[in-house]
């Protein structure tokens, strides 16, 4: 697609928004606008310039505090979205793998039904409904990248600081590195708007997942399998939500080990 006028991403300071806002100022001017800059739950604010498309990364994302307080998850997920499409250019709009209740055992195309379990999956859906079939869709899964809070990083301090860490062996997904992310979506736009599932490839869970780190890491920290049901967090997930594409001309991410090397790569600077 054309992007002689700009791209805008909101949520900028995030870590998919640090991603994007990497990858689209290869080519083109960017306008990158953190919850300081815009906070969603508001109009957008006068003056911003025209852009040829706008990038929706800011959201709420923790997903037990959505439990707590639903009303603020609607407010940024729901309403955020709805004051985007007001800037009246095309969007990309992010949403996740926990629209799905992880009952079906196999990977989850397009077309499968969503049925999120808890309050974070239900506003993300709704955002996507909010969004309609002028933007594209990108449902994604595990994210990860060199800033925020995320999972690697988090074991990388944990696996630093002890020598063992319990990490949960029963909800099965695609990690996925923002960087590959990004570079799928700027491959994206230039296909037809829609709904698409873009996750790296391959599937493991989080216990498997932190063994990768440990290793690819050289970190001394064994991973200790434990169950969902043992930490007793307040959004139930699903246990399954690896994702899948059945669009024959999906951007195909690389697989979720490279994507860890390429996150740990950058991590080291
Ligand atoms: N993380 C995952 O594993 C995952 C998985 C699947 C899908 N997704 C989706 O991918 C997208 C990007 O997620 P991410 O991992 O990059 O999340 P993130 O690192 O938490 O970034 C989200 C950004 O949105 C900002 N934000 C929150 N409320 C806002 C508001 N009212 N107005 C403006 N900005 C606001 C946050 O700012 P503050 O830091 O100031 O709060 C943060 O910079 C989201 O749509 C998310 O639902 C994420």
Redesign the pocket.
Known sequence: MELSRGVLV??A?????TALCEQFEAETRVVPL??EE????LPPPPGLPEVDLVLH?????DVDGAEESPQDAAA?NVG?TQHVLELGAPVVL????YVFDGRKGEPYVESDAPSPLATYGRA?LQAEGAAGDDAWIVR????HGWT?TNFVRTMLRLGADGDEVAVVDDQRGSPTYVGHLAAAVRELVDLPRGLWHLSSGGDCTWADFAEAIFEDAELECRVRRVETAELGRPAPRPAYSVLQSERADAPVLPHWRDGLRACLQRLAG
């Not at 815009?38 to 739950?41: G, H, I, N, R, S």
Request: net charge neutral; charged share 15%.
């Open positions: 909101t949520g300071g995030g870590q998919l928004g953190t919850r815009w906070d969603v739950t990364a800011a959201a709420w994302t940024v955020g992010f949403s996740t793998d993300k994604t899964s595990w994210l925020g």
